[in-house]
């Protein structure tokens, strides 16, 4: 775990490559990177979800046929905590794959085989919705003003308050959903990847750490709530 959560907002894109075919997969990298992308790579889906969970994404380009798991599987697990869009890349056109893709969230797609020109069209396009829309959530803790956009907490006296990228994803997950309770499984799978073997004391000591930093109570927070058994909740 790093402590480098903060990016700038002139970073740049940052696309995750998640296709078996070594090949291709060095292709499509050399491609983009010359064209100014950065560039993270996966060739299971089980890597692309560690990769998610570790590091920030802005768009997912995922192939559909993966040794260990099912593209679509991939969608089903992102869609559970992050509207990262992707970008499917489909081996027939009219496939079942495709139209099952799209339904579970998939943002586009484009069909094997396929010129980088059209790739790096349906990119662009992709980059310019979530431009567009703006992903950005403004949230109050208390007096703690959160930026979710651009990864900052602040406190009534202006000063900022330091947030760990694992703090960040539980959050990011918490906070885009104001009143509704969130399963710990969703979390753990936001921040880890999997909410298989895991602790699950895990949560309990990432909430303690968080109300510490920002509830005006911490020992009785009216913000970041357990629901035993079941999960959290933020409270506006
Ligand atoms: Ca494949």
Redesign the pocket.
């Known amino acids: 775990m790093t402590d480098t959560a903060q990016r700038p907002a002139s970073a740049r894109t940052r696309v995750l490559l998640v ?3 070594r090949a291709l997969l060095r292709a499509l990298a050399m491609n983009l990177v010359a064209r100014g992308y950065a560039v993270a790579e996966a060739d299971t889906g089980a890597k692309a979800l560690v990769a998610l969970s570790d590091q920030t994404i802005d768009v997912i380009v995922l ?1 559909l ?2 040794p260990d798991m099912s593209g679509v599987d991939v969608i089903r697990a992102v869609r559970e905590y992050a509207s990262t869009p992707i970008i499917v890349l489909s081996a027939r056109s009219g496939s079942a794959d495709k139209v099952e893709a799209l339904d579970l969230g998939a943002d586009d797609y484009v069909t094997k085989p396929f010129s980088m020109d059209e790739l790096l069209a349906r990119l662009r396009a992709t980059s310019r919705r979530v431009d567009a829309v703006g992903d950005e959530v403004v949230a109050e803790i208390g007096s703690v003003r959160i930026d979710l956009a651009m990864t900052t907490a602040t406190g009534a006296d202006g000063r900022p308050i330091h947030l760990t990228p694992t703090e960040w994803k539980i959050l990011d997950v918490l906070l885009r959903r104001p009143g509704k309770l969130v399963p710990g499984d969703v979390l753990l799978t936001a921040v880890r990847g999997s909410s298989d073997h895991t602790d699950p004391s895990y949560l309990r000591i990432y909430f303690a750490q968080l109300r510490r930093k920002l509830e005006p109570e911490p020992s009785r927070p009216r913000h970041l709530i357990t629901e035993p058994g079941m999960g959290y909740r933020y409270r506006p």
């Open positions: 296709e078996d075919e192939d046929g993966l």
